[in-house]
């Protein structure tokens, strides 16, 4: 615990002091370079970039798009938690083979949805749903493989159906791993909802991107960054209190 | 009473070539009593204890017990589930849960005031003790042991020791305890089983005449030496040309 806190006060440190250093070096030493905007120029333009790119909108979508995803995932998994569990062990070598689409980028299957539906944003949703319910999946799969012996012979031996041996030992023991897991889901959920965006041409923060960077609006393209990061580390930091509240066992 | 009859178990390697692994493996255990196997790592006591809780098949043989007995198994790693409190991994597995009972079991492993803990990153003591209260929960005839000491310190192996003695004589609960361990063997037990391996056989059966009260002290004891220098002995006799390990 002590490491943990030691590791988040150097974390704080060590961003206080680029801040510093960036406003220190990019407001006074260096205000006209083609390397970082100056931060005044950031808190001047906000405003502006707010309302010119429509942010509010494009906040809503994107944000609605990747947690809702996250929930719809978790529930999923949650509901078909013993059939998954069954299919992971009776058609672990069908499983497997499957890993053969791990290779395909996920760019191609955003095009793949942007060609099949008309409706970008239903598409966006079902796809971005679709993604989070695949990652659950699979890290679901593999912890599968991970379960303690001794916790299955326990409850073979004492007379539970293999159904509720998925639920009451399978899933148990999978879900510390599962829910930090999500942490990188939500990461990786980020990347292809603003791929989606950017390709679909429609709607959210990907596709303000592609509008700002068509005008060469560099200003605005680091402005968004910074928002994004800022989301991403808020959602980050909810995911963590979760965690901390639902799990308090190591598997 | 519980009758193993002519048990044996094989596996069939790649290539089709056959590895014995037990065979024709038969004893009883009588419904008070504690029973030890001690063989050397590796010698099948596992999969022994596992087809005779059920968990696995055998190649051959039987194992007789009326349908009304149960046999719980105690694997020796840690089975008590880190997510489930004390009180309700007791009741793990129970169709009915009958809360004086479960507390009357935590009171009797030791327990008392430790029903809301989590068995997470407790010592393995801990978590002995909540496999047993869990396996008496379900009223077993049979309870079967898998080296659950291994892990223990010298203070707490002895503890938990007293308290499965203390489970045997009011409960009336059978143990089997599979160990390589002879120490740990003549101190619990009634009866021990010597086993050889590769096959793993029965090659010595030995009644322990020592008084049913047992405690530390009872190691420093003449018949406790000779009877474990008579353990010793037998399996220097049949593995006089083999190595392996038997911890003292």
């Keep these: ?251 | 009473m519980i009758e193993i009859k002519n048990l044996s178990k094989e596996y069939v390697k790649d290539l089709g070539f056959k590895t014995i692994l037990l065979d024709k493996i038969s004893f009883s255990i009588s419904s008070d009593k504690i029973i030890s196997v001690i063989g050397p790592v590796g010698s099948g006591k596992s999969t022994l204890l596992k087809i005779i809780a059920g968990l696995e098949k055998q190649t051959s043989g039987e194992v007789h017990h009326r349908t009304d007995q149960k046999i719980i198994f105690i694997p020796a790693q840690p089975s008590s589930f880190p997510w489930l409190n004390v009180s309700k991994n007791i009741s793990f597995g129970l169709q009915q849960i009958n809360g004086d009972e479960i507390k009357r079991l935590i009171n009797l492993v030791g327990l008392e005031g430790y029903d809301t803990f989590h068995p997470d990153n407790k010592t393995y003591g801990f978590r002995l003790r909540i496999s047993l209260a869990r396996s008496l929960a379900h009223k077993p005839s049979l309870i079967v042991l898998d080296e659950p000491f291994n892990q223990m310190d010298v203070t707490t192996k002895m503890e938990i020791l007293v308290l499965i003695r203390n489970i045997n004589k009011t409960q009336k609960t059978a143990f089997l305890l599979a160990t390589s361990n002879i120490t740990e063997a003549l101190f619990l037990s009634d009866v021990i089983y010597l086993m050889k391996k590769n096959p793993c056989e029965i090659f010595s059966k030995i009644e322990v005449n020592l008084p049913d009260k047992r405690d530390e002290s009872i190691m420093d004891s003449e018949k406790f030496t000779h009877l474990r220098l008579l353990i010793e002995n037998s399996f220097q006799q049949i593995e006089s040309q083999k190595l392996f390990r038997i911890t003292i």
């Excluded at chain 1, 009776?90 to 980028?105: D, M, V």
């Excluded at chain 1, 980020?190 to 991107?209: K, M, P, Q």
């Design chain 1, 1 to 251: 615990m002590k490491g943990k806190n030691s590791s988040t006060k150097n974390s704080f440190s060590l961003f206080i002091a680029l801040l510093f250093v960036y406003v220190l070096l990019f407001e006074f030493i260096l205000p006209v370079n083609k390397i970082l905007p100056r931060p005044s120029l950031f808190f001047d333009s906000f405003v502006h970039i707010w309302r010119d790119y429509n942010l509010t909108s494009a906040f809503t979508i994107t944000t609605s798009v990747v947690y809702l995803s996250l929930i719809i995932s978790f529930i999923v998994v949650f509901a078909a938690i013993s059939l998954l569990f069954k299919i992971f062990i009776e058609l672990e070598g069908t499983i497997l083979s499957l890993r053969l689409f791990r290779y395909l980028p996920a760019f191609f299957f955003a095009i793949i949805f942007n060609f099949w539906f008309s409706e970008k944003l239903f598409a966006e949703f079902v796809f971005a749903s679709l993604a989070a319910i695949f990652f659950s999946i699979q890290k679901l799969f593999e912890e599968s493989k991970n379960v303690k012996e001794e916790y299955i012979l326990v409850a073979r031996n004492l007379g539970l159906t293999p159904s509720d041996i998925y639920e009451k030992v399978y899933w148990k023991s999978a879900q510390p791993t599962l829910i930090k897991y999500y942490e990188r889901i939500h990461y990786c959920l980020w990347g292809i909802v603003l791929i989606f965006e950017f390709i679909g041409n429609s709607n959210g923060f990907g596709y303000i991107y592609r509008v700002a960077l068509s005008y060469k609006d560099y200003t605005a393209l680091f402005t968004f960054a910074i928002i994004i990061s800022l989301i991403i580390w808020f959602g980050n930091f909810l995911i963590r209190v979760i965690n901390k509240k639902l799990i308090h066992w190591t598997p």
